[in-house]
């Protein structure tokens, strides 16, 4: 049975939905081919620049370009097609606008992508005002399955970045007793002072996690399968835990392996704990907080 299971994910591998099975967890998205999902509101209090042709973005990489270009630039969907740099027309899966994040009385520009491929991936980009029409590159994440709230928080998931965390992407570590760990998935970021920060963590967040990793490392040890490397989520599980506790409070790495340390006693720790630290590193690359 777990053969034909493990067949029927991979042949779903690469579809645009997630599947529902009792070992499957579906996982929001904010952009994808039905529209902008999880930010619509957000879209709606967005303003249109009057000119959007005329206006300048200075790119990460101090390069100066028109709004039109940079979106063209970022923009790598297949099958769909954008027109040259020198207009404004967008695909369905891309979106910007001007809006004062941080209340300080100046709008920042903020650009959605979505690149599309296998379960993967929205992007936003933040922009500054540095002066009429002109906007500096702040941060960008990347792969977040990101939600923007009413009052302008974004809810970033780990989700898309650990998805196949020694697992399959749909499969997840499923626990339907009464004292089940308490999902924890993502972070909350917002924008302030030119920054996209990270909202720190809480002692009931910190309390949260020990507590899941305690009844995570009670769990018999699951090796995973030859063919695909794959077990039942639960080092996946791990993952999205320290992934969040991480980044929650203060980006201590050694404080991270010290509490996967505590937990985390199967004979392949250092194999496990080696490729959370390779993802740690690509998340911090690919997104700016």
């Given at each position: 049975?777990?053969?034909?299971?493990?067949?029927?994910?991979?042949?779903?591998?690469?579809?645009?939905?997630?599947?529902?099975?009792?070992?499957?967890?579906?996982?929001?998205?904010?952009?994808?081919?039905?529209?902008?999902?999880?930010?619509?509101?957000?879209?709606?209090?967005?303003?249109?620049?009057?000119?959007?042709?005329?206006?300048?973005?200075?790119?990460?990489?101090?390069?100066?370009?028109?709004?039109?270009?940079?979106?063209?630039?970022?923009?790598?969907?297949?099958?769909?097609?954008?027109?040259?740099?020198?207009?404004?027309?967008?695909?369905?899966?891309?979106?910007?606008?001007?809006?004062?994040?941080?209340?300080?009385?100046?709008?920042?520009?903020?650009?959605?992508?979505?690149?599309?491929?296998?379960?993967?991936?929205?992007?936003?980009?933040?922009?500054?005002?540095?002066?009429?029409?002109?906007?500096?590159?702040?941060?960008?994440?990347?792969?977040?399955?990101?939600?923007?709230?009413?009052?302008?928080?974004?809810?970033?998931?780990?989700?898309?970045?650990?998805?196949?965390?020694?697992?399959?992407?749909?499969?997840?570590?499923?626990?339907?007793?009464?004292?089940?760990?308490?999902?924890?998935?993502?972070?909350?970021?917002?924008?302030q002072k030119g920054k996209l920060t990270v909202v720190p963590g809480d002692q009931e967040l910190r309390s949260i996690i020990n507590d899941n990793l305690g009844k995570l490392g009670e769990q018999p040890y699951?090796?995973?399968?030859?063919?695909?490397?794959?077990?039942?989520?639960?080092?996946?599980?791990?993952?999205?835990?320290?992934?969040?506790?991480?980044?929650?409070?203060?980006?201590?790495?050694?404080?991270?392996?010290?509490?996967?340390?505590?937990?985390?006693?199967?004979?392949?720790?250092?194999?496990?704990?080696?490729?959370?630290?390779?993802?740690?590193?690509?998340?911090?690359?690919?997104?700016?907080?």
């Open positions: 049975m777990r053969k034909i299971v493990l067949l029927l994910l991979t042949l779903f591998n690469f579809s645009w939905g997630h599947a529902q099975q009792d070992s499957v967890l579906s996982q929001p998205k904010s952009l994808d081919e039905e529209g902008f999902d999880c930010t619509k509101g957000f879209i709606q209090r967005l303003e249109k620049p009057v000119a959007p042709s005329k206006v300048f973005v200075v790119t990460k990489s101090l390069k100066t370009v028109k709004l039109p270009a940079f979106m063209a630039t970022i923009y790598s969907h297949s099958g769909e097609f954008i027109n040259a740099p020198s207009t404004v027309e967008l695909p369905k899966l891309q979106d910007y606008g001007l809006i004062d994040l941080d209340k300080d009385g100046k709008k920042e520009l903020v650009v959605m992508n979505y690149t599309g491929g296998a379960h993967c991936c929205d992007e936003f980009y933040f922009f500054k005002n540095i002066g009429p029409d002109k906007y500096q590159y702040v941060a960008k994440t990347f792969a977040g399955d990101v939600c923007v709230s009413d009052s302008n928080e974004f809810s970033y998931s780990f989700y898309q970045q650990l998805g196949y965390f020694f697992t399959c992407f749909a499969c997840a570590y499923v626990d339907t007793s009464d004292g089940a760990p308490v999902e924890v998935r993502g972070i909350i970021l917002k924008y699951e090796k995973p399968d030859t063919a695909f490397g794959q077990d039942n989520g639960l080092r996946k599980e791990f993952a999205m835990n320290l992934a969040v506790f991480h980044f929650s409070f203060g980006r201590n790495i050694l404080e991270t392996q010290k509490l996967f340390n505590k937990y985390y006693k199967f004979p392949d720790a250092k194999k496990v704990w080696a490729e959370f630290v390779k993802q740690l590193q690509y998340i911090r690359k690919e997104s700016d907080f």
